[in-house]
């Protein structure tokens, strides 16, 4: 390989990116724009749930029942129903979630000694969510069906309600979420992001230069000089790995000071994984090149790619452990899998190459690997 050589086709492909608005687009600005409106959009919070309530007691015992289930941030109070029918009619509109419904004698069974039942409606045209709803109400519930039993008890058996309280919860489980103590979905939604937008942008960058030059016949230029394929290859890829090496820094300081997920780990090693999973992904871009032939093809490629892989296969919203069989195999086949347990590991956990020296070693296999095989099925003259 003729370093000469490499250097003038890297300036050449400069000079072309620098007079491509297009490009400087795609490299500049839609990275920003995917890791701010893709963050704020997917959260795992589920907050101000609408809750209509149908309370057929109006009783205090009622009312205050009711109270410990608006007064989170988990739920609103979106109205108050007369009836079933009025209440099912705000659910079907999607002005609630969910419908609280309190039947008489709640108050009464209660202080008689006697078991009450609550229903809980919820809407569950979105699954996931109201999976989510139902833990909550089914905690809250628990919480305020111990407090009001602490209450009666306490008056029944002129005892304190702290020494009552520790006979109904003779054991309390005490629960501690460790690297990410408030649970807050945006630490663990931000840093995976760049793992998406890297998985994007290069391969669009590198799939699109390679794809113009077809179209425009000026790859033909290069077949009739004394460039060699791999020094136009590694040409095409140097400067789409700079620039990605510049959305990397701008999505980390997107994810650290606009999102603040704190940043634990090495820099250095970071740097040097990120620069691992460019590589990797713009040789992924390369090779999408070879097997297109217009820059529509390669945009769709890329695009439904890296969307997929990254919310599928990459453990994304799930740990890869939990995926078995096929699922697993395909992960495995993409460098996002392992990049994305880099990220995490560097903002949250503080850990880097000494512990997931692993994964640094399957992403600088990924990035040879698929350039060889791009430089194998390259050819220096195409089919018109």
């Known amino acids: 390989m003729n370093l000469r050589r490499v250097l003038t086709l890297t300036l050449k492909e400069w000079r072309e990116i620098l007079r491509d608005p297009v490009y400087l687009t795609l490299a500049f600005v839609i990275p920003v ?27 205090p015992t009622s009312r205050g029942y009711v109270q410990s289930f608006v007064s989170t941030r988990h739920f609103r109070l979106a109205g108050q129903a007369q009836d079933l029918r009025e ?10 979630r969910v419908v609280l419904w309190v ?37 809250i519930n628990a919480q305020a069906a111990t407090a009001i ?51 994007l942008v290069p391969p669009l960058l590198t799939a699109v230069s390679v794809v113009r030059e077809k179209e425009t016949g000026a790859i033909y230029n290069m077949a009739s000089s004394t460039v060699t394929r791999l020094e136009f290859l590694v040409g095409k890829l140097v400067p789409a790995v700079v620039v990605s090496g510049v959305d990397a820094l701008l999505l980390w300081l997107i994810a650290h000071f606009y999102f603040g997920a704190p940043f634990h780990g090495s820099a250095w090693q970071f740097a040097l994984a990120t620069g691992l999973y460019v590589l990797a992904t713009s040789s992924l871009g390369l090779l999408v090149s ?49 990049y994305d347990t880099i990220v995490m ?40």
């Open 103 to 139: 039947g008489p004698g709640f108050e009464r069974d209660l202080l008689a000694g006697r078991p009450v039942d609550v229903q809980a409606i919820i809407d569950g045209a979105f699954t996931v969510t109201a999976r989510t709803i139902r833990a909550y109400l089914e905690a």
């Open 87 to 96: 209440a099912d009619a705000l659910l079907a509109r999607g002005e609630a």
């Open 290 to 338: 070879i097997v297109t032939r217009t820059q529509q093809a390669a945009i769709m490629i890329a695009t439904m790619t890296a969307f997929v892989v990254a919310f599928q296969f990459a453990g994304m919203f799930a740990p890869l452990e939990s995926a078995t069989g096929v699922g697993r195999v395909v992960a495995r086949l993409f460098p996002a899998s392992y």
């Open 149 to 199: 039993a602490t209450r009666v008890l306490a008056r029944r058996l002129a005892l304190p309600p702290a020494r009552v309280a520790g006979m109904l919860q003779p054991l309390r489980l005490s629960v501690r979420f460790l690297y990410n103590p408030a649970a807050r979905s945006n630490l663990t939604v931000a840093p995976p992001l760049m793992m998406l937008v890297l998985l």
């Open 345 to 384: 590991g560097a903002f949250l956990k503080g850990i880097g190459l000494p512990t997931l020296w692993r994964e640094y070693l399957a992403l600088a296999l990924y990035g040879l690997v698929v350039l060889g095989l791009a430089h194998a099925l390259f050819r220096k003259r195409t089919r018109t």
């Open 33 to 59: 724009v995917l890791m701010v409106v893709v963050g704020h959009g997917i959260t795992q919070e589920v907050e101000n749930v609408g809750l209509v309530v149908l309370d057929e007691d109006r009783s």
